[in-house]
């Protein structure tokens, strides 16, 4: 579910453990209130296509030479949909060299490309690009509505582990997650936490974006208690509460505390700076770690805003974003 951002003071992302049109809760201004989550989930996401992530050290590469880049998403090739790795593999394998038109989708804009397989030392075709088609992890859950049954989770979007890319043009579904330990974090690693899906499907990813991961839901519980969202001018420096799962106990609640407000501007999942100051999550955890993006932050009564990064030179802190941010368009 993409980690390290090379700025003066190091983040990383939080999102998974390997590691779309913008598709957020209801919430009009009328009714802004919402059912908080701090429930781990899997997550399962699929690539309408296949996508770039890198490609093999040649100066004959196909692929670059025929103006593939990374993070490109094939969506078709010889005019055949292409869904799976298999599926390109096929196609390449049976090409004998000749040149395969491929449809491609680069920042939302679609391009038809040219590539010509050459022949490896196996005396098989190929092009020289490694793609990818899906990926999986674990989260959490931020809030939803019990109304509408959509939910928003992670803070930040689901980017492919190898290009740091947000991975576009996807799809995907949540499912049931089981915390059974956790990998404490410590200066210049950054730990996680470690689980199992239960199979049991809980939703759909309808929209994956750089403020958070959007879909419908009909398997959280409706029962919990509902928060008001704070408006950005309402989040201040000082404490607040975070909620949670770091262990088979379910969510729990810790002490945290706001310790800058960076900024407010709904496209950027920065916005203020939390550090964890409770000695039970310290203990348990060491600070943040992989798999708490998208933990929920209460302050003064009203959801304040979302967990989202973890500081690589000081664990104990990252950043979070206004959850008035993780409803925009609302």
Known sequence: ????????????????????????VPASAETRKVIIGGEPFGLKLH??????TGFENSETNPAKNGGLEINDII???DSKEIKTIEQMEKIIKKSNGKPIKIEILRNNERKKLNIQPIKNNDNNYYIGAWI???????????????????YAALGHGICDSDTGGLIKNSYGEILNAN???????????????NGYFTGQSIGTISSNTELGVYGSTSNLPDKKESFEIAAAN????????LYTTVSSSGIQKYNVQIVKVCNTYKDTNKN?????????????????????????????GKLAGVLTHVFLEDCKCGYGILAENMVVNC
Do not use: H, R
């Open 1 to 24: 579910m993409s980690k390290i951002a090379k700025t003066k003071a190091i983040s990383i992302m939080i999102a998974l453990l390997f590691i779309f049109t913008a598709m957020t």
């Open 47 to 52: 690539c309408k296509g296949v996508m770039i």
């Open 75 to 77: 969506i078709k090739a």
């Open 132 to 150: 990818k088609d899906s990926c999986a992890g674990i989260g959490t859950i931020s809030f939803y509505s019990a109304d509408s049954k959509m």
């Open 179 to 193: 915390i059974t330990s956790v990998t404490k974090s410590e200066t210049n690693k950054i730990g996680m936490l």
């Open 234 to 241: 309402e989040v201040t420096i000082g404490d607040a509460v």
């Open 272 to 300: 203020f700076v939390v550090k964890i100051n409770d000695d039970s999550l310290i203990e348990k955890t060491g600070g943040i770690v992989q798999g708490m993006s998208g933990s929920p932050i209460v302050q003064n």
